[in-house]
């Protein structure tokens, strides 16, 4: 009897993993192609497969890949689009499949969507019955725009990238000391190179396109094997941090510039420092080489830019006239004009062969941080501390257009429902309680470990709930002064908290793209959204359904907290 039952129960277990991982193969191999459309549109199937232990997400939008456009056009572009929809949410979903709802929701809600997928929101809605934040409007990046999907996994800020040559990988930097090396087709994480001690600055990719240079706020540069992610030897000799670095093109030798001051040139081979180049007073920060190989240019917080000769290590003239730091630099295609942007507000554009400044670009009212120019150089993007990046046309020397909607984060205050207290909070890492009536201050309330960005009252006015830059929440008596207990799950700052009109949840917005909602009784998660951007600012309806989110990109996003009967 044992036996019978075990044996009925692996059958069981068998028929789900192969129905899931072989039938949309077998639907397309048998020309069956109506069914294999109606199985990748159903919810049902698109959530098992998510959620079996053997396929996942990427399992998921393979399926998709299964048929092209020559099928019946609109079913096709259905597909595309439900496919399009997982690509951009396979950060998220990997981490945390139960947003799989909102996550859809959030990126399909689009009055124009074929009626198929329209279909699909109401079977999302009708058969999820677990607590989940249901999006009102279309807050999400839609699928059939720019954005094709997001590498999720460093732990602090990424500083740069590469591409290899056959577009196959991409390397990124962060300032968690690592790099990382992701396939782009996949989004998979294939190996994380660590070794470095401190921030990665700047990586180069060797033009056959298998070893990676790395460099680090830890003085040293990093040549690694990109085949199997071993570290091959490690070059020593700056001072300082070496925030720059830029390859010959017969990829033979390394120029590195750094906080000391100075460039080094190293033989990539045998990685040994081949000569220094001595000149600037202060920090380089970015270097750029001629398209022949033949001179190297550099830029750095003594205001200037120098140009120096590859072979003899001369240096042989320097750049003035910018008022303040150069942060970035960018040769034109041809090799006859380098382009600077620095502190001071302005690009200047130079001419190489005379060292002439030919004119300046003014438009932005803070630092200018990077510049790129287009293949056919003729345009340079720059991008600045005002929150903006402007492209500009380097032949009639105009600004051609603004791109605008970022937004920062400020401190806050937040009075009591009698109005006889005001609570502050601030960047030295605490609240502040006040008596309105006679100015003072009542007590302070320590406990965060970093800047404290938002606060909220319940109702009764006797919690206020305090969002930090330390990625938590807490919750104060404010009666006694006393911590309460501290609210833990987000991995970035929280920005923004919102209190139910009945006390009993908070609504919390963060810098790592999440809104939750906690239950104040319990102190646990009910249920998370994962926006596209950091969610700087949030509110909830007096229903205590309703809310609304802000993020940095300038959405604003809709959502409705659904099926909490059990979780209130």
Known sequence: MVETTNKSLSKKSYIP???????????????????????LTDF???????????????????????????????????????????????????????????QLHGRLLHKKMPKDIQALLRQIQQQTTTPW??????????????????????????????????????????????????NLQTGAELFTLMGHSDDVNAIALTPNGKQVISASDDKTLKVWNLETGKELFTLRGHSDWVNAIALTPDGQQVISASRDSTLKVWNLETGKELFTLRGHSDWVNAIALTPNGQQVISASD???????????????????????VVNAIALTPNGQQVISASRDSTLKVWNLQTGAELFTLSGHSSVVNAIALTPNGQQVISASDDNTLKVWNLNIVKELFTFRGHSDIVNAIALTPNGKQMIS???????????????????????????VNAIALTPNGQQVISASHDNTLKVWNLD????????????????????????????????????????????????????????????????GVTIVAGDSSGMVHFLQVENTENNS
């Not at 399009?84 to 139960?98: G, W």
């Not at 609210?487 to 809104?515: F, P």
């Open 480 to 543: 006694t002064g006393k911590e309460q207990f501290t609210l833990r799950g987000h991995s970035n700052s929280v920005n923004a908290i919102a209190v139910t009109a009945d006390g009993q949840r908070v609504i919390s917005g963060s810098r790592d793209n999440t809104l939750k909602v906690w239950n104040l009784k319990t102190r646990k998660v009910i249920a998370t959204f994962t926006g596209d951007y950091p969610i700087l600012c949030c509110a909830v309806a007096p229903n």
């Open 302 to 324: 003594d205001n200037t830019l120098k140009v120096w000769n590859l072979n003899t290590g001369k240096e042989l003239f320097t750049f003035r006239g910018h008022s303040s």
């Open 17 to 39: 993993k192969a129905y899931l991982g072989r039938y949309p193969y077998n639907l397309i191999n048998s020309g069956n192609f109506e069914k294999y459309y109606q199985t």
């Open 425 to 451: 909070v601030s960047h030295d890492n605490t609240l502040k309680v006040w008596n309105l009536d006679t100015g003072k201050e009542q007590f302070t309330l320590r406990g965060h470990s970093n800047s």
């Open 133 to 182: 934040l249901c999006p009102v409007t279309p807050s999400l990046t839609p699928p059939g725009g720019s954005l094709i999907r997001t590498l999720s996994g460093h732990r602090n800020s990424v500083n740069a990238i590469a591409v290899t040559a056959d577009g196959q990988r991409v390397i990124s930097a962060s300032l968690d000391n690592t790099l990382k090396v992701w």
């Open 44 to 102: 049902d199937f698109i959530y098992a497969k998510l959620n079996h232990p053997e396929f996942g997400v990427q399992s998921l939008i393979e399926d998709y890949d299964l048929i092209d456009n020559a099928e019946t056009c609109e079913k096709f572009k259905t597909l595309k689009l439900l496919q399009d929809a997982l690509r951009l949410s396979a950060h998220v979903l990997v981490t945390d499949k139960q947003q799989l709802a909102s």
